[in-house]
């Protein structure tokens, strides 16, 4: 199945096929409209959706909100300080939000980014990334690219206690898109990378082996909007885009790498996983059969969204030096 699709994503990436139609229910769903204009709409119910079904994550013994640049450049950020964080400087990780790059942001995601603050007792900064359609691609990357530059530059060791020597980086669903190619373009310099169904590649609408969870087509339809909105037309094989794509794997930094059994990226993520390990990368591979995409910001509904952040926080202690706490 894996060589399968991997070949079928090179023959897209080699020449365009002109001879693949789309299904007749397809052309359905190619009809179907999502203006851009109702994102917000959609944000707010997703944002009232998850104060009822998330749990509030761990109290932190510090969360502050700041920009990283100014002006117009000037890119949100929020940072969590769980307590027993090494003071008044430690290891942070650097977290991108899912959402299909068009809608969520740090404070629908804060269960996700406490738990694992918590869990691996070290700060976690996340990213408030421009949004499609608004800002389509590149702009979500780039502000991702930025922050991490930053903090791997030291600017934000005085101030907020980053270290930048001990950077990880993570995220889930479209997060983990950048956080893949960012952890592929600066492998010599991140400590870990914490993938949470991540969305590895943009060329193909349809999981390699299509299931009963495949049949309402919502992951051709999300997919097709990102195609639309936040693709807009770029190369979808560049590795930016599509870090499944990437043929240099070597000496990549150790990877948790999490997939859902009823979530149509759940083969992509686990052909990155393989990828990794056929390349000598140490790897965490975690597969939830059972659960839907975006099941972690959904901890009322699924109890395992409490406790599997608290897994790939075990992979961030493990390669992060442990805490003062625990060294005294």
């Known amino acids: 199945m894996s060589d399968t699709f991997l070949q079928r994503l090179k023959k897209r990436k080699d020449e365009a096929p002109a001879d693949e139609k789309p299904s007749k229910f397809q052309q359905q769903l190619a009809k179907f409209k999502f203006e851009p204009d109702q994102i917000n709409i959609f944000q ?16 932190m013994a510090c969360t502050e909100n700041f920009n990283v640049g100014e002006g117009a450049d000037a890119i949100p950020c929020r940072l969590f300080v769980p307590f027993g964080a090494d003071e008044p400087s430690g290891p942070c990780l650097i977290y991108f939000h899912g959402g299909g790059f068009v809608t969520c942001d740090v404070e629908t995601h804060e269960g996700i980014t406490r738990r694992l603050a918590n869990g691996a007792v070290c700060r976690v900064l996340s990213v408030d990334y ?10 979500g990357p780039e502000d991702c690219e930025t922050v991490l530059k930053w ?54 609408f349809k999981p390699p082996k ?16 990102i195609d639309e909105h936040y693709v807009a037309g770029a190369d979808a094989t560049n ?44 790897v965490t591979y975690h597969h939830e059969k059972a659960m839907p995409h975006g099941f972690l910001n959904f901890a009322r509904a699924f ?15 493990k390669h992060f030096p442990k805490p003062q706490q625990l060294r005294e």
């Open 239 to 282: 590795t930016r885009l599509s870090p499944l794509l990437e043929t240099d794997l070597k000496a990549m930094p150790p990877a948790y790498v999490l997939t859902a059994g009823l979530d149509p990226l759940r083969d992509e993520g686990k052909l990155y996983a393989d990828k990794l390990v056929r390349h000598g990368c140490d």
């Open 303 to 317: 109890p395992k969204a409490k406790s599997i952040p608290l897994d790939a926080a075990d992979i961030l202690r």
């Open 210 to 225: 299509p299931g009963p969870q495949d049949w309402l087509q919502l992951g051709f339809m999300a997919l097709k909007f």
């Open 151 to 204: 903090a791997m530059a030291g600017h934000g060791l005085a101030e907020y206690g980053i270290d930048p020597d001990n950077i990880a980086i993570g995220g889930d669903s479209a997060g983990g898109n950048m956080a893949a190619y960012l952890a592929q373009k600066y492998r010599d310099v991140i400590k870990s990378q914490i993938l949470l169904y991540p969305l590895m590649q943009l060329m193909e």
């Open 44 to 59: 707010d119910s997703f944002r009232r959706v998850t104060n009822q079904f998330d749990t509030p994550g761990p109290r």
């Open 130 to 139: 421009r949004l499609a359609p608004q800002h389509p691609y590149p702009a």
